[in-house]
């Protein structure tokens, strides 16, 4: 982590507001707000009775919209990029200072819980809070990433991509179900895709810090509070497209169909066979569309997605070529035809070693001992990591639940998280007065 361009020496007694901003406020209090504003953009949906809000919808204006409320009472001075991320920066104590930036994602999968994502830019925000307009030898940009889970545009990581700029025409043509562009989003939302370029994060940016419910079961079979994730799996996402005959299924004898739907579920059977059989694999098939798609009639196309993940990226990429070679198979001797679609291929991504090691120290410094993991799911610092030296601090999830309505968390674990993100903050102020002392 280089913390040159700090352009003189700080003053190490900026370390004291926040021993003070720790010893001012009730954490637990503090962490039951949090939960508490986690439950009530749950309610902002773009579908009622459910959690539901997708790229640039009129749900994510609403749910920004209160976010920004909240930052800007925290004496945050707020932008929305041309990708429509919610930026908030709390300056530090000189115009020049460098940026610690705290970030996660507003949108949702759908049908979702209340705390994947939004939670990571709430305890961001707590934080700011936290500090009760004291300066520090920092300043904290917190960043609400507009798009993160692909759902709209089955493309992740748009709020991300934008902030490192990382969003291509190809991205900005890429159509949803209704054929709307990200381009024609961006407009209808009234962005300016043109101003792209001014999204990227500032040179003053120093690191990327992101607090995130851990969607497993890890943390809690090791009845851990909080964890540091030290590597992001690389993960490989595409379709695969059967295409046969569709024919009258009373009157085609088994030995001449040529039915895709059966060589669909064939796939998915050798894919499931593969994953259990490789150590630290995983690999879904968690989305199938059929047709003609009705009962009396043989399937003449299917398609079927693939989400493999692998902190090992050899092993991931040999796996995707293994079960791409058994479509090919699998087509041949059944009469049809297979293509196979590649939409993402994102490599592992290690976490800074100095930023994890102050997330650890962080974390003991409040008497819990975290534990170090591999995060299987993709989060945004794994894009930012191509830019910024970046780290992630894990809390449990009960009962391992995410992307699920029944998806929760704990006070405790909440208020743990606060507390090791404020001793993150000295850490941080330390390694800066040290790079210029």
């Known amino acids: 982590m280089d913390l040159s361009r700090q352009g003189s020496a700080v003053r190490a007694d900026l370390a004291e507001p926040l021993e003070r901003a720790k010893e001012a406020t009730s954490t637990a209090s503090r962490a039951a707000e949090i939960k508490e504003r986690c439950r009530q953009l749950a309610q902002i949906t773009d579908i009622p009775g459910q959690t539901t809000r997708s790229f640039l919808s009129p749900a994510m204006r609403r749910c920004m919209g209160t976010v920004q409320s909240w930052m800007e009472a925290a004496q945050m001075s707020i932008t929305i990029d041309a990708a429509g991320n919610l930026r908030g920066l709390y300056p530090g104590s000189r115009p020049d200072a460098l940026r610690l930036v705290v970030g996660s994602h507003l949108d949702t999968v759908p049908n979702a819980g209340a705390f994947d994502g939004v939670l990571g830019v709430l305890l961001g925000l707590a934080l700011v809070e936290s500090l009760e307009g004291q300066r520090l030898s920092f300043a904290i940009e917190l ?51 043109e101003r792209l370029p001014e999204a990227t994060l500032d040179r003053a940016a120093a690191a990327y810090l992101e607090f995130h419910i851990e969607q497993g079961p890890a943390l809690e079979s090791e009845d851990r509070s909080l964890g540091v994730v030290d590597c992001i799996a690389g993960q490989t996402r595409g379709e695969v497209i059967f295409t046969g005959a569709s024919n009258h299924a009373g009157t085609t004898p088994m030995r001449l169909r040529r039915d895709a739907l059966a060589a669909a579920a064939e796939w998915i059977a050798a894919v499931e066979r593969l994953a259990r059989n490789e150590e630290g694999l995983v690999a879904t098939v968690g989305r199938i569309e059929v047709h003609p798609g009705a009962e009396n009639v043989i399937a003449g196309e299917a398609q079927a997605s693939l989400d493999v993940r692998h902190a090992d990226d050899a092993m991931r990429r040999s796996a995707v070529e293994r079960l791409i070679a058994a479509t090919e198979s699998i087509a041949r001797a059944r009469s049809l035809e297979a293509r196979w679609c590649l939409q993402m291929d994102q490599v592992a991504v290690a976490m800074d070693a100095q930023l994890s090691q102050m997330a650890v120290d962080a974390i ?23 830019r910024l030296p970046s780290a992630m601090i894990f809390l449990r999830s009960p009962g391992g639940i995410s992307h699920h309505p029944d998806e929760s968390v704990r006070i405790e674990d909440v208020a743990n998280a606060l507390n090791a993100g404020l001793g993150f903050l000295r850490g941080f102020h330390k390694v800066i007065i040290g790079a210029h002392a």
């Open 364 to 386: 003991r410094g409040i008497g819990l001992q975290p534990l170090r993991m591999m995060s299987g799911a993709g989060h945004d610092a794994m894009i930012i990591a191509s």
């Open 143 to 193: 960043i609400a990433f507009s798009e993160e889970e692909g759902v709209r545009f089955g493309v992740p990581f748009i709020g991300s991509r934008a902030v490192t700029g990382q969003i291509d025409r190809e991205l900005l043509s890429t159509q949803d179900a209704e054929g709307i562009s990200v381009r024609q989003a961006m407009l209808d939302f009234g962005l300016d895709p």
